[in-house]
């Protein structure tokens, strides 16, 4: 499947030029209003859930890091190349996800093929988790899917569901680095930032919501 450009990315971001200023922060810490989606109850991880991580099989969703609230996208001129006009990161966000990164290591779970939204904060995020060793994917069809329409919605959600949907082998995981709209979209889940999601993915069947981690969860999961 064939990935939109960079340039046709921008123009459904200008699509959305008209949205109220105070709607463009809907990826930070507050789930947006929209339409009733499916009903949602949190798991939380147990260690068990990272034996069964350590055996694959599994798609992993993790939110971008911390983000400044303060400095909200730039609609309708935000430039994937230019992280200038996007919300950024803060220190405290590279910081969870470089913890994060560490914790999947110390935990022995398997990463296999990685795909990451187009926005800085999801890239900021995979480089400080993931560091130089593992390779992934800018993948145009995560990019968040706050003030959307539905319309222009659809393909982002139909494509994280094959995602999450599609058979991992035994002995690694997919790894996701997205925004919290998009599986609020898709399953009514708003996760806070840097929270890691954990999918059992069913081929035809779909996929299966397992636990969550939350950035302040590993400690307790690796003692």
């Avoid at 990463?111 to 060793?133: F, M, N, W």
């Avoid at 690694?172 to 680095?177: A, H």
């Amino acid at each position: 499947m064939s990935k939109p450009s960079v340039c046709t990315a921008f123009l459904i971001l200008a699509a959305v030029a008209a949205a109220p200023a105070s709607t463009l922060a809907a990826d930070a810490n507050t789930a947006p209003a929209a339409a009733a989606t499916p009903s949602f109850s949190e798991i939380t991880a147990t260690r068990a859930t990272l034996e069964q991580l350590r055996a694959g099989g599994f798609v992993l969703y993790l939110r971008h890091g911390r983000t400044d609230n303060s400095r909200p996208d730039r609609v309708p001129h935000v430039d994937f190349n230019d992280c200038t006009t996007q919300r950024p990161l803060t220190a405290q966000g590279r910081a969870d996800s470089a913890r994060i990164g560490a914790a999947l290591r110390q935990a022995r779970i398997p990463i296999g093929e990685v795909h990451v939204s187009p926005l800085c904060r999801a890239k900021d995020s995979a480089a400080a988790a993931l560091g130089t060793g593992q390779p992934y994917v800018i993948d145009n069809d995560l990019m968040y899917t706050a003030n959307l329409t539905a319309a222009q919605k659809a393909p982002i959600i139909a494509h994280t569901r094959r995602l999450l949907s599609a058979p991992v082998a035994a002995g690694t995981n997919r790894l996701l680095i997205g925004h919290a709209p998009n599986l609020m979209d898709l399953i009514g889940y708003f996760p806070p930032e840097a929270t890691l999601v954990v999918f059992r993915p069913q081929g035809s069947a779909g996929f299966t919501y397992v636990a969550s981690i939350l950035p302040t969860g590993w400690p307790d999961l690796l003692d």
